[in-house]
């Protein structure tokens, strides 16, 4: 269990985060949403240990890691934009941190991560000749190798487009599922955060907007910001698609009733 | 968990930063004390003598014209070559002709093309006798003139070049839609976006012949320059070491406002989103005239330097003309010389070698370190100042400095000075490409498990692995061609090539000066090829780039 108790932060007087609390249980997976600017980027920094804490505790199972170094967490990340090394092939990418544990993961637990991830084909392909779908796949795989007691993403679907999005976002959740391993996902995406994690903390301006599962935040939005920018933004997307699936929605509805 | 974070960074921060206070600030300094100070105290006299006497301000005069029109003939011909290759559509071989024989003069001394010139111009000259007569008077502002503009061709055409590359070629297209005349249409999409880079050329020539001193050095004549004053009160018949700093000092003057000048200009540039390729309009008599004005161009500049290839295989210019080898025997079978060839090898290993080192150590604090902004402001005011010093005040104030020193009469301090005179270019290449690279890796590879010093090895240094090549052969070659420092502090033991031909001069030893040039010039065109090879198999996988 991941706990952050009156987290505080601030650059040069500016308030970034001011008291942030919460809990987050064994494999759970929790997207931070909010948009540009409302701390969400230096939250996911703080529990992964890059930003420093200027006030509060960070617990995992009770023991306090806030003055942990960040390879001392054993906590680990996805960039955005991956960051895979473009001197080494996708294979010898997920491979990476096996020269300083090499027994870390067994070559079998590798063999496993390639074939959920259906890497196999793409494994000697050099990183500039993989798409971002299959980038992406290599950094997940790279990461999950070092088998990390918490796993968290940064903006993980923004730069990838329409169908791959969901057969990611799938994957995800395979992964937490069958490795019950705690994601925690940045994103500014309303519809990613609600249709991917058990639960989603909302933050604005610094401060926790709400923190709760999706289908709570859909029926009993805490306040007015999560009514006027989450609510409203899945309010007009449902309208967009209902009014182009007009005639089959009805139809699916008529059948429905029967 | 902050402090232990960057101490590798650290150590090396500190490691340059004394390099650079040792062997930059220090002899600065003590040029500056020369010219202020003599044996009863502070004293402004120095200054006064070398300005009351009136051929010192004539000299500064001629070089303030001669280094003035060079920069704008240079501007004119190599925008004449950049706009060739990027808006015409002539013949592909032809363009790649143009790249390499424009830059083919940086692999030779600046000496070795006033000899040439010489030797071509002169009046038993190579052109001369194919012409029927001297063409003209190449003593004094004719000859420097071609010296400088062959010199400063090179990096005029680069730069021109490369901005020229990057102007969004679909402005052409919209100016032309909007019903531009052609000569608008040119003003509007080649010319104003290219302002910013015509003045950068100019100043970057005119700092280039105003500071040089291979070109003087050979057909100066009695036209007096600031190189050749400074060179004859350090090294003439009567020495006048107090009035020699005086003229350093203010040889540097127009070299910081030059370089200061060149820092404002990068403000202005016009940096285009996108770079789109577009057909370019055909036109026969276009690409014909631009075939025709690059070639002439060309063929004047390769012309001058024919002359290497010609006198040291003939028997005795221009007397008996039959072909021989004897002249390259005997230099190759003369141990003095052949050892002056064996040190300006080593010296341009070592300051590759060590140089390249100290600029990725300086670019990796900049680039991709968390050290203070303070400490990223040393390391880029260190490449900025270095940039401005003329090698000539740089060789000057190492020997003022370092006379007495273990290290006055040995390699180290032709390499360390060489370090210091081109540290600003390959830093800034460094930089750049280590900038370019994702910010996250370090990030990533810690939680791996690597240390920062792994990280370096593994990920880091092989990306900037064609970088590290390139700034390896820019230190090479140009330690090998320089002369205008180390004039100053290379002894009867550690002479190279460039201050060995200063000498042969002297003896009037022409056929060894250009044995020996195109010695040099070898060594450059294997050393580049060779780098060009490693760069290529390295990064063979990738999409070739069209880019020079």
Not at chain 1, 74 to 95: C, R, S, T
Not at chain 2, 117 to 138: A, C, N, P, V, W
Not at chain 2, 438 to 453: I, P, Q
Not at chain 2, 480 to 500: E, H, L, Q, R
């Amino acid at each position: 269990m991941l706990k952050l108790e009156h987290i505080k932060k601030s650059y040069d007087k500016t308030t970034i985060l001011k008291d942030i609390s919460l809990t987050i249980g064994d494999g759970e997976i929790v997207s931070i949403l909010g948009p540009s600017g409302s701390g969400k980027t230096t939250l996911l920094n703080m529990i992964l240990g890059i930003t420093e804490i200027d006030e509060g505790q960070l617990y995992l199972d009770d023991k306090d890691l806030t003055n942990t170094p960040m390879e001392e967490r054993g906590f680990n990340i996805v960039f955005q934009d991956y960051a895979l090394f473009p001197n080494l092939n996708a294979y010898e990418n997920i491979i990476y941190g096996l020269r300083n544990k090499p027994n870390v993961s067994t070559m079998e637990e590798v063999d496993e991560l390639i074939e959920l991830l259906e890497l196999r084909e793409h494994l000697t392909k050099k990183i500039d000749q993989l798409s971002g779908g299959q980038k992406q796949r290599v950094a997940l795989a790279r990461t999950m190798v070092m088998k990390p007691k918490i796993l968290l993403l940064d903006e993980p679907l923004s730069a990838l487009d329409g169908v791959i999005k969901e057969s990611i976002k799938e994957r995800i959740k395979t992964i937490a599922r069958d490795y019950h391993l705690t994601t925690i996902i940045v994103t500014h995406d309303p519809e990613e955060a609600l249709t991917l994690s058990d639960r989603v903390l909302i933050i604005n301006e610094g401060q926790i907007s709400q923190y709760a599962k999706p289908e709570e935040i859909i029926q009993e939005p805490k306040n007015k910001f999560v009514r006027d920018f989450i609510l409203n933004q899945l309010e007009i997307k449902k309208n967009n698609i209902y009014s182009l699936f007009h005639t089959e929605m009805e139809t699916a509805v008529a059948y429905q009733v029967v | 968990m902050k402090k232990s974070k960057n101490i590798e960074l650290k150590i090396i921060f500190i490691g340059i930063l004394l390099f650079f206070l040792t062997f930059f600030l220090l002899p600065l300094l003590s040029v500056i004390q020369k010219s202020v100070v003599d044996s009863e105290g502070v004293t402004l006299s120095h200054f006064a003598e070398v300005l009351q006497g009136g051929s010192f301000l004539q000299a500064l005069g001629n070089s303030l014209l001669i280094s003035a029109f060079s920069a704008v003939v240079t501007t004119v011909l190599a925008f004449i070559l950049a706009y060739s290759i990027q808006y015409t559509n002539m013949n592909g071989t032809l363009k790649k002709f143009i790249r390499t024989a424009t830059i083919l003069p940086m692999f030779l001394p600046t000496i070795t093309y006033g000899f040439a010139i010489i030797y071509s111009f002169g009046k038993e000259g190579l052109l001369t006798k194919l012409f029927g007569r001297q063409l003209f008077h190449l003593y004094g502002f004719n000859g420097l003139l071609l010296g400088y503009v062959i010199y400063t061709l090179p990096i005029s055409f680069m730069l021109l070049q490369n901005t020229m590359h990057y102007i969004d070629k679909k402005f052409t297209v919209v100016s032309r839609i909007m019903g531009d005349s052609v000569i608008r249409c040119f003003f509007t999409s080649v010319v104003r976006p290219m302002l910013g880079t015509f003045a950068a050329s100019f100043i970057q020539c005119f700092f280039l012949c105003f500071t040089d001193f291979g070109i003087p050095a050979s057909v100066g004549g009695k036209f007096e320059v600031v190189a050749g004053v400074l060179y004859n009160e350090m090294l003439g018949s009567i020495p006048d070491f107090n009035n020699g700093a005086v003229v350093a000092i203010i040889m540097l003057l127009p070299s910081v406002v030059s370089i200061t000048m060149l820092k404002i200009l990068e403000k202005y540039n016009i940096r285009y989103n996108k770079v789109s390729e577009i057909e370019l309009k055909k036109s026969k008599l276009r690409d014909m005239g631009f075939s025709v004005l690059s070639i002439v161009i060309l063929t004047c500049i390769l012309s001058v330097f024919a002359v290497i290839f010609v006198i040291p295989f003939v028997e005795e210019w221009p007397y008996r003309t039959t072909f021989t080898m004897a002249h390259i025997r005997q230099v190759l079978s003369d141990s003095a010389l052949l050892s002056v060839y064996g040190n300006s090898i080593y010296v341009s290993i070592l300051t590759a070698v060590i140089g390249s080192a100290v600029v990725y150590g300086a670019a990796l604090i900049t680039a991709r370190s968390t050290l203070s902004v303070k400490c990223k402001q040393i390391i880029e005011g260190i490449a900025l100042v270095t940039n401005t010093i003329p090698g000539m005040v740089l060789g000057i104030a190492f020997m003022l400095s370092f006379k007495g020193t273990p290290i006055q009469n040995g390699f180290i301090i032709i390499i360390v000075c060489n370090l210091v005179h081109f540290f600003s270019t390959p830093y800034l290449m460094m930089k750049s490409s280590l900038e370019k690279m994702n910010v996250s890796w370090e990030t990533t590879a810690r939680l791996m498990g690597d240390s920062w010093f792994k990280t370096i090895v593994r990920v880091v240094t092989p990306n900037a692995y064609t970088t590290i090549l390139e700034i390896f052969s820019y230190y090479f070659v140009n330690a090998m061609v320089t002369i205008s420092a180390i004039i100053f502090i290379a002894g009867a033991k550690t002479m190279v090539i460039t201050t060995k031909i200063k000498e042969l001069q002297y003896y009037n030893k022409f056929n060894d000066v250009f044995v020996l040039s195109l010695l040099i010039l070898l060594t450059n065109i294997v050393v580049k090829g060779m780098i060009q090879f490693l760069a290529n198999r390295k990064s063979n996988n990738k999409t070739k780039k069209e880019e020079s």
